[in-house]
C-alpha cells in the first residue's frame, strides 16, 4: 500500500513557476509509474504528466508539454512536477498518483492517490 503526499502548491501570478512534490511512503515506490493530474473547478480531471519507475520514460499532457518537466528521485521516494510559464488557465488542484505497469493517462489505471495541492495562477 503506498500513501501519497503533494506539497508545493500556492497562488503565483501567470508567468511565473511551481515546483509540486509528491513524497511516498508505504510499497516498493521505486516499482511504480507516477502521475500528475489536475481538477479545475466544475470541470473533469485531466492528466498532466507520468514517469515511469526509473524516470526513463516520461509523457506530457500537449497543455503543459514544453512548460513542465516531470522527475523523480527514488532515493527520496518523491517525484517532482516543475511548473513555468504559468497561465491562469492551469488553475487548479494538482493530484499525484501510482501504478504499477507502464505509463498511462487514463487516471482510472492508477490504484494510489494523494490528497491534492491547490495551484491558483492569477492574470
Known amino acids: 500500500q503506498v500513501q501519497l503526499v503533494e506539497s508545493g502548491g500556492g497562488l503565483v501570478q501567470a508567468g511565473g513557476s511551481l515546483r509540486l512534490s509528491c513524497a511516498a511512503s508505504?510499497?516498493?515506490?521505486?516499482?511504480?509509474?507516477v502521475g500528475w493530474f489536475r481538477q479545475a473547478p466544475g470541470k473533469e480531471r485531466e492528466f498532466v504528466a507520468a514517469?515511469?519507475?526509473?524516470?526513463?520514460?516520461?509523457h506530457y499532457a500537449d497543455s503543459v508539454k514544453g512548460r513542465s518537466t516531470i522527475s523523480r528521485d527514488n532515493a527520496k521516494n518523491t517525484v517532482y512536477l516543475q511548473m513555468n510559464s504559468l497561465k491562469p488557465e492551469d488553475t487548479a488542484v494538482y493530484y499525484c498518483?501510482?501504478?504499477?505497469?507502464?505509463?498511462?493517462?487514463?487516471?482510472?489505471?492508477?490504484?494510489?492517490w494523494g490528497q491534492g495541492t491547490q495551484v491558483t495562477v492569477s492574470s
Open positions: 514517469t515511469s519507475w526509473s524516470g526513463g520514460m516520461t
Open positions: 498518483a501510482a501504478k504499477t505497469g507502464g505509463l498511462a493517462v487514463g487516471g482510472n489505471r492508477y490504484n494510489y
Open positions: 508505504g510499497g516498493t515506490f521505486s516499482s511504480y509509474t
